[in-house]
């Protein structure tokens, strides 16, 4: 096997080195997601990317540990196809009532401004399901904008 020449070692280097900035140009985005009280059990919850065409583009949260409750985060799971590797990392206890979810993600600064939209679903044991109880768009614009869900989410506002 060959040794690269020092030229391409070189040039492997820099082409590295220049993409770094691109690749590490992401913000710190605080989700909040405050439930109504609702009388019933720890609700399922799934935070999730959409395009403006309102089609799945990626998981950002699952409250709840059981994946055979996911299904009832019917959008969610149409869209991911609740495939483990959507949700693999990005999993926690269900949300009970009157208590809020806080979770801080790494998001590409790329996806804000773009038309992106966040989505929750939520769902709780023999109770109703809410499909995009709460749907607004990634802006920096929409910012500490807090809004009302039509479900369980009494209300969501993200910080960037």
Known sequence: MKK????????????????????????????????????????????????????????????????????????????????????DGLTGASVGSGRTLNITLDIADELIDAGYEVRVDTAVEDMRDNRADIVVPLTTEGADKPVSGRGYVQSFSYTL
């Open 4 to 87: 690269p020449t020092t030229a391409l070692a070189l040039t492997l280097g820099l082409a590295a080195a220049m993409m770094l900035p691109v690749i590490a140009q992401a913000r710190e985005v605080t989700f909040n997601t405050e439930l109504k009280s609702y009388g019933g059990d720890g609700a399922y919850v799934a935070l999730y990317l959409t395009d403006a065409d309102g089609q799945y583009q990626s998981t950002l949260w699952i409250a709840g540990e059981k994946s055979k409750y996911y299904k009832h985060l019917r959008d969610w799971a149409r869209g991911s196809g609740q495939r483990s590797s959507e949700y």
